[in-house]
């Protein structure tokens, strides 16, 4: 579950306050993704349980003035999630998004090359839907239908990682921008 | 053996500041009856792969081979007729002559060729057959629909015996019917022992290819590995069997 990654990827940064990671997580979703508060606190003392992030053992239990470290369990955790591909028989975009998202974050991780671990994962999955169609589609109408719905929802990620890609490329040749949370965010909230 | 080869190409135009390396030490191999399909976005190199694969335009440094033959030790005659002979490209806008009938169209590389017209006819109509469209023989490109006229572009591509199919975005401005039928027009190809080449940025269109290879910046960063058996989707469809 992606919680526990995100905080991952945001203590991957640095240590970090439990309210700070409150906050990093509501900006750098842009509420794609809303969750309460205890549910960070929650998730933290489980990462703390699982000995994937450490607290300096200061100030209350689980609350947001207690500093936390990612560990190098955690570290791994974190890689192994990112260039894992998520579970495809639900759509997978919007844990897309926060790998994405959450690869930005990771000092040493080159998003384009997270993008392109899920580009191929996918495109392989296409072609295997592929070969479905060409060995038995022609021949049975609703198993085309199923097996096309499947490859254009998978080719609509597909071209979302494509625009994501050429949207980092070009935003890195550019001036440095400032920071997106508000404009994002109010535009997300129109939509929704 | 493979039936193209690219080894170790790299392209570059202009010189020192103005200099752009458009592919950079790309290896590809492309065996007889395979369908590759080259995938990256606008600008990648994938075109230019395309046009040195078919030896139309030379490589800065590095080597193309088709059938054995490396093409920097041959004759620029020699590397001519091999092209005609050999090598069939479809282009995205299909690049039809709007004066030559359909089967004209077809025919044309053979007579190019120096194949006497009647033969060159006969094979020409025989790839119209084989895509379905010998009853347009005598129509003119703009009396054709675009899917029909895609499907002259690939006979003119596959007509006599020629076995590199190089195909850039084939589909064009086609919908999804049309495109589909395309690949599975050079798909068709590839099983009688054509070895194909198809650039393009559509996924849809790279999923029909045996092995996909993802270009950036004139770069092979990633290619996918054959797929497992595709039996193992249906197992998973969570959904009733769509089958009932």
Redesign the interface.
Known sequence: MSVRHALLAFLSEAPKYGLQLRQEFEESTGQVWPLNVGQVYTTLQRLERDELIESDGRGEETGPQKVFHITEAGRKELDTWLSTPPDT?EPPRDELVIKVLAALRVPGVSV?DVI?VH??Y???????????K??EAEF?L??A??VDAE??R??SV??WL?AA??RLKRAALEAPSPKPGPLIRRRLVVRR | MSYLELRRVSKSYGVGATEVHALADVNLAVERGSLVAV?G?SGSGKSTLLTIAGSLEEPTSGEVVIDGNAMSSMSRNDKARLRRRTVGYVFQDFNLLAGLTAAENASLPLELDGISVKNAHLAGIAALEELGIADRATHYPDELSGGERQRVAIARAIVGERSLLLADEPSGALDSTNSEAVM?MI?AACHRGVAAIVVT?D??L????DR?V?I?DGRI?????P??S?E???A????PS??L
């Open positions: 028989t384009h392109q580009r191929r996918l495109v392989e999955l296409m072609q295997q839907w592929t070969r479905l060409e060995d049975d609703t198993f239908l199923v490859l254009f998978l080719d597909v071209r494509d890609d050429g | 995938m976005p599975r798909l940025h996924a849809q790279a999923s029909w290819a996909v993802f950036r960063v990633d290619q996918t590995v797929p497992p595709p193992s989707l249906v998973d469809l969570s959904a769509p089958r």
